[in-house]
Antibody, heavy 120, light 106 residues
Framework: EVQLVESGGGLVQPGRSLRLSCTAS????????MSWVRQAPGKGLEWVGF??????????EYAASVKGRFTISRDDSKSIAYLQMNSLKTEDTAVYYC???????????WGQGTTVTVSS | SYELTQPPSVSVSPGQTASITCSGD??????ACWYQQKPGQSPVLVIY???KRPSGIPERFSGSNSGNTATLTISGTQAMDEADYYC?????????FGGGTKLTVL
């Protein structure tokens, strides 16, 4: 079964850091780009960023709202994608979803999400 | 920055056809996707590349994209189709989501 499981969410103070993990199973993780999408309470979906597969350089792209503060990385040997979040703001409070990603094809596998709350 | 606009809500009677629109500048020149999200659940891809259905998505879901508007059509709408629907497209390398449409089946 194809599955993505996020972990690492929690309550964090503004200005602090948090790292989310996304563990994949049921498919060849290294062959796929991976994306992070977030959803603030009661709001719509917001793209955070994605990381290409190593075959395409393993490079990253980010939304303007998180560029310079968030970093996506991957460990293909462990089938894990990471989202490192620094200098967190209250407006980063959201459920964070990990997804598979393909340009032009969309996001066909989603994790269950992990909740990040940024508050003092 | 590129924007996608959806109506906040759409209502449909059971068995009827629901149409949800997504508008953006020259959207027809880009690929559009659609996601369904039910309360408390993760989104599910229901349409990709404008009109293709992933495996497991019922045939009553269809999509089109032309000009400035992409449309998700649900034929023979069922109560189980009540959900939020989000369109998504690409602006160069960036991913853009519409604001979402709440589909009510009543």
């Amino acid at each position: 079964e194809v599955q993505l499981v996020e972990s690492g969410g929690g309550l964090v103070q503004p200005g602090r850091s948090l790292r989310l993990s996304c563990t994949a199973s049921g498919f060849t993780f290294g062959d796929y780009a991976m994306s992070w999408v977030r959803q603030a309470p009661g709001k719509g979906l917001e793209w955070v960023g994605f990381i290409r597969s190593k075959a395409y350089g393993g490079t990253t792209e980010y939304a303007a709202s998180v560029k310079g503060r968030f970093t996506i990385s991957r460990d293909d040997s462990k089938s894990i994608a990471y989202l490192q979040m620094n200098s967190l703001k209250t407006e980063d409070t959201a459920v964070y979803y990990c997804t598979s990603y393909s340009s032009g094809f969309g996001m066909d596998v989603w994790g269950q999400g992990t909740t990040v709350t940024v508050s003092s | 920055s590129y924007e996608l606009t959806q109506p906040p809500s759409v209502s449909v009677s059971p068995g009827q056809t629901a149409s949800i629109t997504c508008s953006g500048d020259k959207l027809g020149d880009k690929y559009a996707c659609w996601y369904q999200q039910k309360p408390g659940q993760s989104p599910v891809l229901v349409i990709y590349q404008d009109s293709k259905r992933p495996s497991g998505i019922p045939e009553r879901f269809s999509g089109s994209n032309s000009g400035n508007t992409a449309t998700l059509t649900i034929s023979g709408t069922q109560a189980m189709d009540e959900a939020d629907y989000y369109c998504q497209a690409w602006d160069s390398i960036s991913v853009v989501f519409g604001g979402g449409t709440k589909l009510t089946v009543l």
